[in-house]
T-cell receptor, first 114, second 114 residues
Framework: SQTIHQWPATLVQPVGSPLSLECTVE??????LYWYRQAAGRGLQLLFY??????ISSEVPQNLSASRPQDRQFILSSKKLLLSDSGFYLC?????????????FGQGTRLTVV | AQSVAQPEDQVNVAEGNPLTVKCTYS??????LFWYVQYPNRGLQFLLK??????LVKGSYGFEAEFNKSQTSFHLKKPSALVSDSALYFC????????????FGSGTKLNVKP
C-alpha cells in the first residue's frame, strides 16, 4: 500500500533562518506531488505541484521554493523565513495521468516563525 | 477558472440529527468532485468522490454526497450525526484547465453537540 511521510511534525524557526521540509511517498511510482499551506486552520492554498523529477509549477509568488530531486521526494525550502510563512504545511500525492483518483495527504508540518 | 465554494463557515447539529455540508463548484468540462475531513493538527482524510454515474455517492464513516449538475452542487450528507463527526470538512474539484490541480473550498467546521 502507498504511504506518504512528511517531517518534521512541528518546527519553530527564527525569522531569517532557512527552511527545509521533506515529503516522501512509498508504494507508488511517478506520482504527482503537491505542497499546500493552511493558514489559521482553514482554507488550503496550493503552493507548488510537480508532475515529474525536476518539474515544478509554482502557484503563488512568495518566499518559498520547491524541488523534486527524486521521483518520490518533494522538498519545500526557503532561504530566509518571514513571519508570514507561519502555517500548517501539507504534502500530498495523486496518481499521475489518472483524473479519477483523489489526492492523499501527509500529516502536515506546523511551522511557527518567531 | 475553476473554483469551489463552501458557503457556511460553520454548521451546528445535534447528535442523531441529519447533517448537510454545502458545496458548489465552477469548472469547465466534467467535474471530478471530492470531500475530505480534517481533524485538528492532522492531514486531510479522503471521504468520497464523484467521477461519473449515480448522483448519490456513498463514502467512509456513513457519509454520502449528492451531485446536482443543474445546481452545480455537491453537498455532503449523513443521516445521523455523531459527536465524533465534529471536524473541518473540505470540498475539492479536479478538472477544467488542468487535471493535475485540486481546487479546495475554504472549509466548513462541523460541530455536533451531544
Amino acid at each position: 500500500s502507498q504511504t506518504i511521510h512528511q517531517w518534521p511534525a512541528t518546527l519553530v524557526q527564527p525569522v531569517g533562518s532557512p527552511l527545509s521540509l521533506e515529503c516522501t511517498v512509498e508504494g507508488t511510482s511517478n506520482p504527482n506531488l503537491y505542497w499546500y499551506r493552511q493558514a489559521a486552520g482553514r482554507g488550503l492554498q496550493l503552493l507548488f505541484y510537480s508532475v515529474g523529477i525536476g518539474q515544478i509549477s509554482s502557484e503563488v509568488p512568495q518566499n518559498l521554493s520547491a524541488s523534486r530531486p527524486q521521483d518520490r521526494q518533494f522538498i519545500l525550502s526557503s532561504k530566509k523565513l518571514l513571519l508570514s510563512d507561519s502555517g500548517f504545511y501539507l504534502c500530498a500525492w495523486s496518481v499521475r495521468h489518472n483524473r479519477d483518483t483523489e489526492a492523499f495527504f501527509g500529516q502536515g508540518t506546523r511551522l511557527t516563525v518567531v | 477558472a475553476q473554483s469551489v465554494a463552501q458557503p457556511e463557515d460553520q454548521v451546528n447539529v445535534a447528535e442523531g440529527n441529519p447533517l448537510t455540508v454545502k458545496c458548489t463548484y465552477s469548472v469547465s468540462g466534467n467535474p471530478y468532485l471530492f470531500w475530505y475531513v480534517q481533524y485538528p493538527n492532522r492531514g486531510l482524510q479522503f471521504l468520497l468522490k464523484y467521477i461519473t454515474g449515480d448522483n448519490l455517492v456513498k463514502g467512509s464513516y456513513g457519509f454520502e454526497a449528492e451531485f446536482n449538475k443543474s445546481q452545480t452542487s455537491f453537498h455532503l450528507k449523513k443521516p445521523s450525526a455523531l459527536v465524533s463527526d465534529s471536524a473541518l470538512y473540505f470540498c475539492a474539484v479536479r478538472g477544467g484547465d488542468n487535471f493535475n490541480k485540486f481546487y479546495f473550498g475554504s472549509g466548513t467546521k462541523l460541530n455536533v453537540k451531544p
